[in-house]
């Protein structure tokens, strides 16, 4: 595994982060992880069980009511479109 160092994050960003370890019970460490992965995450999900693996990832046991229905439904409108061009 690499090692990463991330010098002169804002304090606000760093604030934002340690909260956002908390509520998902990870350590910054590991928060930071994760949104690296998902960042640079080269597959975007395209069926349903993708989105809620991928949700599922993120969020843990912290997943906002609705997001996985928000997601499938931007994925339909999107594909509608795409049908239409």
């Known amino acids: 595994m690499a090692v990463l160092t991330i010098r002169n994050v804002p304090a606000a960003v760093h604030h934002r982060l340690r909260a956002r370890a908390i ?4 350590s910054m460490e590991a928060e930071a992880r994760v949104i690296l992965a998902a960042a640079v995450q080269d597959v975007v999900p395209e069926s ?32 509608a479109d795409d049908a239409r061009a």
């Open 23 to 26: 509520t998902t019970g990870r």
């Open 48 to 79: 349903p069980l993708e989105i809620r693996d991928w949700v599922d990832t993120l969020y843990g046991d912290q997943k906002p009511a609705g997001v996985v229905d928000s997601l499938l439904g931007e994925r339909r409108q999107e594909a």
